[in-house]
């Protein structure tokens, strides 16, 4: 049986809650994680067509990329919407999980077939999983993709225990297979020293080795491993379950230098051939067939080079413009964002809030399918963009 934390380790192995921007609210907005899932729905937002979709489905666990709660609550009543849908998905036994900016700067990569570029440090995948804008960057068919608005970078730390010599090889695959040693290219990387160790058992004490109430001296390695905050609890699990002692000395320390993976916000690359504006509007129109596309600014004669950022991405304009880019995709552009691509001479198409994160809940469905989730999976895309009917 597979519960709902399983399920959020799966989420947040593709985009972790560290990702997240300060403001925003993301994790579990309602539920219990020790609930045995019946099915997992994935949507962009949690409506109350949602949930009784989820109800008729038997699906006990949704999953949004709109936080169902993002501001604090003062009152919860059932004379609001929200209100309503809380009461009803309390009253089902039904959870939500929400991932929301960090699913946005979630790194990952296109298919090698098409030569792109796999930027995340954390995979070795030929295909790996990406956030929602690598959906986006995927579905309009751009390669060589990279980042676009830097928004941090992964804290990096060092992991070192203490172990007995005959159990070295075993601690250092355990720590290696759950994300430890991972530098650049290679993986299962550390760094041994040979000493003694000397302990003393007390009396409630079941030592491995030696006798409790006698001092033991042990040859043992001392192992060294650079380890990512995304997987560092993981890493110390892992080693403890594999490491012989009783009581695992071990201790973590946090590195200036060198940092981690970079995070982005938005992405950029280049279509696989330059088109004019009317078949970029037709290509467009194509891979985002519910967005209503408008375009904003200085059109060129040819476009190949795109930014892009899914959902409102208006703020990032000037951003696009510096790097020269031949378009910049993105959603709810106002009157005077448009006024300013066009002094900038740069070409905006705002394919809509909707329009630009859509995609979102097939994405995330096909994403827990491709992990074997032993449990039904549905993806919700019977939501309207109802700003611009």
Not at 75 to 95: E, F, N, W
Not at 145 to 170: C, H, M, Q
Not at 190 to 211: Q, W, Y
Not at 379 to 388: G, H, L, M, S, V
Request: one cysteine or more; glycine letters at 8%; hydrophobic letters at 40%.
């Amino acid at each position: 049986m597979t519960t709902v934390q399983q399920v959020i380790a799966l989420m947040e192995q593709l985009a972790p809650r560290s990702y997240a921007e300060s403001w925003d609210n993301v994790g579990l907005m309602v539920g219990d994680r020790s609930a045995m899932v019946t099915g997992v729905l994935t949507t962009l937002d949690v409506t109350e067509e949602t949930i009784s979709y989820a109800i008729e489905h038997d699906c006990n666990l949704i999953i949004s990329h709109h936080p169902l709660i993002f501001k604090g609550l003062k009152q919860l009543s059932c004379d609001t919407t929200q209100g309503r849908m809380i009461h009803k998905l309390i009253q089902h036994k039904i959870a939500v999980y929400s991932a929301h900016t960090n699913l946005d700067i979630a790194p990952g990569g296109l298919n090698e077939d098409r030569k792109s570029v796999v930027y995340s440090a954390h995979t070795n995948l030929d295909i790996a999983p990406g956030g929602l804008n690598d959906m986006l960057a995927e579905r309009l068919g751009l390669i060589d993709v990279k980042g676009f608005i830097k928004t941090g970078e992964d804290a990096l730390y060092k992991i070192t225990t203490f172990v007995p010599e005959n159990a070295a090889d075993a601690v250092r695959h355990a720590m290696g297979a759950a994300g430890a040693g991972k530098i650049g290219n290679y993986e299962y990387c550390s760094f041994s020293a040979h000493g003694e160790g000397r302990f003393v058992g007390n009396d409630s004490s079941h030592p491995a080795i030696g006798e409790a109430g006698s001092m033991t001296v042990v040859p043992e390695v001392q192992i060294n491993a650079l380890v990512d905050g995304i997987h560092l609890q993981h890493v110390i699990e892992a080693m403890k379950d594999a490491h012989p002692y009783e009581e695992a000395a071990y201790e973590v320390l946090s590195l200036v230098e060198p940092k981690g993976a970079t995070q982005y916000l938005g992405r950029i690359g280049r279509l696989p051939n330059a088109l004019n504006v009317d078949t970029f509007r037709e290509w467009v129109q194509a891979a985002l067939p519910e967005a209503n596309i408008r375009f904003a600014g200085v059109a060129p004669k040819e476009i190949q080079s795109i930014a892009l950022c899914s959902g409102a991405g208006a703020e990032f304009i000037k951003d696009a413009a510096r790097l020269h880019v031949d378009a910049y995709i993105t959603g709810d552009v106002k009157y005077h964002d448009a006024q300013l691509a066009k002094e900038l001479g740069l070409f905006v198409v705002d394919a809509g809030h909707f329009g630009t994160e859509s995609i979102v809940a097939r994405g995330l469905c096909d994403y827990l399918l491709s992990k074997d989730v032993p449990v039904p999976v549905k993806a919700f895309t019977e939501q309207n963009d109802f700003f611009f009917l």
